[in-house]
């Protein structure tokens, strides 16, 4: 799996997780079945699971059962055994939008309105950037104000 298609199934589920519509328990699932698909959607990427690949089926301690991708279910079990990430700052960021949970339930609906989130993600991130490198021009520049008013 290419690294934006693991960037695409993170941010997938990170939405459903945040928008409630996909269980991330912390312990493992009490079972797992692995089988040819039949058709059937996966949980994270919401895509049919044909018969040309292997559907795996999770179930829960609390009575869901899951389908995924091999790949997804990979993706889907770093996510719950990963600790969670700590971040500061209330401004709005690619994190704040990706947790809002309006933004994320309707990610988590749609691909159309998953790619829109993703878009919207890279240009935060993009703007961002964009102030840091300015913000760290003008701290360079009163650094060096001050080291020649104390000469």
């Known amino acids: 799996m290419g690294e934006q298609q693991r960037a695409d199934l993170d941010t997938?589920?990170?939405?459903?997780?945040?928008?409630?519509?996909l269980p991330l328990p912390s312990g493992p699932?009490?079972?797992?079945?692995?089988?040819?698909g039949n058709g059937r959607i996966c949980d994270v990427c919401d895509e049919p699971i044909n018969d040309i690949h292997?559907?795996?089926?999770?179930?829960?301690?609390?009575?869901?059962?899951?389908?995924?991708h091999q790949k997804c279910l990979g993706v889907?079990?770093?996510?719950?055994?990963?600790?969670?990430?700590?971040?500061?700052?209330?401004?709005p960021s690619a994190w704040t939008l990706l947790f809002d949970l309006r933004a994320a339930r309707r990610a988590a609906g749609?691909?159309?309105a998953f790619l829109e989130l993703r878009?919207?993600?890279?240009?935060?991130?993009?703007?961002?950037?964009?102030?840091?490198?300015?913000?760290?021009?003008?701290?360079?520049?009163?650094?060096?104000?001050?080291?020649l008013r104390i000469r």
């Open 12 to 21: 997938l589920l990170r939405a459903k997780i945040a928008a409630g519509t």
């Open 29 to 36: 699932p009490g079972k797992v079945w692995v089988g040819k």
């Open 54 to 68: 292997l559907e795996y089926e999770a179930d829960l301690s609390d009575g869901h059962t899951l389908r995924f």
């Open 76 to 91: 889907w079990h770093q996510q719950r055994i990963a600790p969670p990430e700590i971040s500061g700052g209330c401004g």
């Open 110 to 112: 749609t691909r159309g």
């Open 119 to 147: 878009s919207a993600v890279a240009e935060s991130v993009l703007s961002s950037s964009q102030t840091r490198a300015e913000s760290d021009d003008t701290s360079d520049e009163r650094g060096l104000a001050r080291s």
